[in-house]
């Protein structure tokens, strides 16, 4: 299926140069610094309407260019998407040709907007299975924003949770082999070794976690970088996810008290 056939030619940006009254109404002191959203409710949103799928797919892009827009806005510095799990590959294959299709579609369509925008995007998975179109779209939009310096957009695509610990316990492992870190080192600094080699390496973890679509579980995504999260779960459909939902879920982030662990004041 060519998916980018039916989109529409007349997109209009989803920045906007209006007064801002979205980030006046947000408690500049409490908002979280990395949020990871699990993007559920596509299917359901199209099947209510009588819709095939992948409709339901292209208004999920259209909810994901909202979303960056009003991080961008409120000054959010890294957002996490789970755009396609490890596990979304045992979908039918024309369910991911559709995604594969939209996701290279939005990489071409959506790059100079973004850049503009100063977005600083990087992809997180295996890229492996990936097509090599994909992959060269990935690229180059990661350099073409490397020095941007406004939202870092972490875009998750053939990504697990668990295939992102494994890779990192074996980069350690191999720091273990070549004598660079030793097991019985400070075990802050193996933390160290292997948090680098996480996939958000460079990132903080994750202080607020969003799932739309009314499931209430985390699905495989950043499994290590969650161990704190404060976690949200709505039953609106992705493609509905707008800015009253997004502001609701900064407000109850905002009213959250975090302890870490540790004891209240
Ligand atoms: C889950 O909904 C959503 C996905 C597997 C794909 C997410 C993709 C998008 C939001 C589209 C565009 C993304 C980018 C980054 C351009 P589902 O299909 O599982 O919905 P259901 O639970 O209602 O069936």
């Known amino acids: 299926m060519n998916v980018s056939s039916s989109h529409s030619t007349t997109e209009s940006s989803d920045f906007t140069t209006a007064p801002d009254s979205f980030a006046l109404s947000l408690d500049r002191g409490r ?27 292209q208004r999920g892009r259209r909810a994901v260019r909202r979303l960056i827009e009003l991080a961008s806005r409120a000054q959010i510095p890294v957002l996490t998407l789970f755009a396609f799990s490890s596990e979304n590959w045992s979908r039918p294959p024309e369910e991911v040709e559709a995604l594969m299709g939209l996701f290279a579609y939005a990489l071409e369509r959506d790059m100079d907007e973004l850049h503009a925008h100063a977005v600083r995007i990087r992809f997180i998975g295996d890229r492996e299975p990936l097509s090599a179109r994909i992959r060269t779209l990935m690229i180059q939009a990661e350099q073409q924003t490397e020095y941007n310096t406004g939202l870092n957009l972490l875009i998750a695509v053939s990504y697990g949770g668990q295939w992102d610990i494994l890779h990192a316990a074996k980069q350690l492992a191999s720091a273990v082999l070549e004598g660079v870190i030793r097991l019985d080192d400070d075990p802050a600094a193996l933390r160290l070794v292997f948090e680098q080699n996480l996939s958000t390496a460079t990132y903080p973890p994750v202080d607020l976690f969003i799932r739309t679509g009314g499931e209430q579980r985390v699905s495989n995504f950043l499994l290590w970088q969650l161990a704190y999260a404060e976690l949200y779960f709505t039953d609106c459909l992705w493609p509905g996810f707008d800015e009253a939902h997004f502001r609701d879920a900064l407000q109850w982030y905002a009213a959250r008290e975090r302890r870490f662990g540790g004891l209240d004041e």
């Open 31 to 57: 908002l979280p610094r990395h949020i990871a959203v699990v993007m559920d409710g596509n299917g359901r949103w199209a099947k209510a309407r009588h819709l095939p799928r992948s409709i339901g797919h």
